[in-house]
């Protein structure tokens, strides 16, 4: 007779409700596909065994603490945060904070400013908002290249590296991103600043 196989959310639910075993099973069912998908990124094999670790520490602290709630979507949940995982990677391997050029980023300006007041900080972050709701509309490559540059500040060579593109391509997507948030901004007459 052979065994049921269990699918991931009764195995979730099993390992929050103290079976190791449960644990045990996603591991090996998924490890092979998480492992592939950090190395892709990081071509290291000491480094990915490292961010394989923490990200399983990340999955182990959440089911324990009753935070899992992705129900059916496990592996998805997990490489997102395998993925999160490489940027910081990347965030702190880098050794220069971003330049800004002021023409392309004058949006982003007022939510740089450390020295903001009260006001501004809530400006700021309704701009911050806005903007969120504007990149939505963009297709999903560009979506992920001002997502990257802007809110994680990645530099565009770390970027091409995390995403397997060349640079040229990266900063294409970004020009591209920028050029159709305009057309946006400008066909719903929206004001960003006074």
Known sequence: MAKEILSDAVLVHEYASGNEWALAQLIERHQSRI???????????????????????????????????????FLPWVMRIAHNLIIDYFRKQSKMKMKRDQEEYSIFNMMLDGEMNIENKMIAGQIEDDLHVLIQKLPEDQQEIIRLRLFDDLTFKEISELNGISINTALGRMRYAIINLRKIITKNQIILND
């Not at 290291?44 to 065994?49: F, W």
């Open 35 to 73: 492992y592939s998908f950090i190395y892709s990124k990081v071509k290291d094999r000491d480094l990915s065994d490292d961010i394989f670790q923490e990200t399983f520490i990340k999955v182990i602290n959440t089911i324990r603490k009753q935070n899992y709630n992705e129900e059916g979507k």
